[in-house]
């Protein structure tokens, strides 16, 4: 199967912070933020795979600076790296101020998502071959993120192993 670069997967998403948006410190909502990284994260895997994706993961979500009224949001998605039917996706988020221009990295995020074909089974998706040095940075050090999501999940299955459905008053 022929390689797609990581351009071919890149969406970009700007959004104002409008009241609404804001917690209780007037910064933007966790779970709002949360919600634009999946949204845009989905787009990538979709885009490098051409078929249908499903969230397998939200490896991490690293919340680096407050987000304010003032600024502008912008996330940036592309894929990273692939497995057999999986696919990495890199979420970058920047705040600018919309008055004084200043920008900076507010968020980081890493999520997994798996190709599904027409029958909802996994699919195999083309290799990501990556371009610019923050491209190949991401690329070249996913095995080590790799790893740590195959020995969290079997971390998170062996916990649900031990964990009970019944409700409590029973």
Known sequence: MEGKSSAESRITKTSNVFPNDLNNNNTLFGGKLMSYIDD?????????????????????????????????????????WTGKTSMEVFVKVVAENLYTGDRRIAATSFSTFVALDENGRPKTVPPVLPENDEEKSLYNTAPDRAKTRREKRRQSQELAGKLTTKKRWE
């Open 40 to 80: 845009v994260a989905s787009l990538s895997a979709i885009r490098h795979a051409r078929s249908s994706v499903v969230t397998a993961s939200m490896d991490s979500v690293d919340f680096l600076l407050p987000i304010r009224q003032e600024d502008s949001v912008c996330l940036e998605g592309v894929v990273t």
